[in-house]
């Protein structure tokens, strides 16, 4: 069976003020960390390639924090366990699912039923409107309709996309055997996931 890590909140400290942790031997954040962007990260995964995209993207934003040398405060959630108030105190976001059965995965699904017109007010204007994303989707053959849903969630929203949307099909035979078996994410996906990940995380940083 697979597991599936606590959620991580952290505040990635710029370079500058991990030089000052080392020298001071001390692991207290930086002051200005309080005022650092926050960004959420949710994602969803049955087989593990979705999961590892989403770690991938987290790694690609705290690389963009350390080399802007800016503080950065990163959430990463699986969507089970994301909130409407995750989504509201957020700057950007990135999402990661996979595609199932010619949709977007329920679980990932079940977090935007859960939270879309919440993040409305009472005057149907979205409360995050122009916050910046990135999306990326697991699929075996296909996934674009899994974008295509996603995106016009998010759309609803108002919010802007950094880049278009990453598709990562595994290229395994679409088979139940292969279809069941935990994914490992290819070096060049990785990479893909971690410049989406970099990209939101410098738009924010700006
Ligand atoms: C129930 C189920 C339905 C699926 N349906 C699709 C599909 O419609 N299109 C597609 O491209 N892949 C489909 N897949 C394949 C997954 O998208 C693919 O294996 C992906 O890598 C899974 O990501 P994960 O490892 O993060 O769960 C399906 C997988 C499962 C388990």
Partial sequence: ??????PTSIVVPARSALKRIRSDHTLRPSSSSRQAPRLLIVYHSR?????QMSEAMENGARLASEEMESDL?????????????????????LF???????S??????????????HAFD????SLITARPYGLAIAAGSDGTNAARQIERI??????????????????????KTSILQPKL????????????????????LL
């Fill in 154 to 175: 998010c759309k609803g929203w108002g919010l802007r996309p950094v880049e278009d949307t990453f598709i990562n099909r595994n290229g395994l035979p679409q088979d």
């Fill in 122 to 125: 009472d005057n149907e204007t």
């Fill in 1 to 6: 069976m697979l597991r599936f890590p606590t």
């Fill in 96 to 102: 990661c699912a996979p595609e199932n059965l010619a």
């Fill in 73 to 93: 405060n990163l959430t990463r959630l699986r969507a089970a366990d994301a909130s409407i108030d995750d989504v509201l105190q957020s700057d950007g976001y």
């Fill in 47 to 51: 087989t593990g390639l979705a999961k």
């Fill in 104 to 117: 977007a995965s329920g679980e990932m699904l079940e977090f935007f039923h859960r939270t879309y017109y």
């Fill in 185 to 204: 994410c290819q070096p060049d996906a990785r990479k893909r996931c971690e410049q989406l990940g970099g990209l939101v995380a410098a738009t924010l």
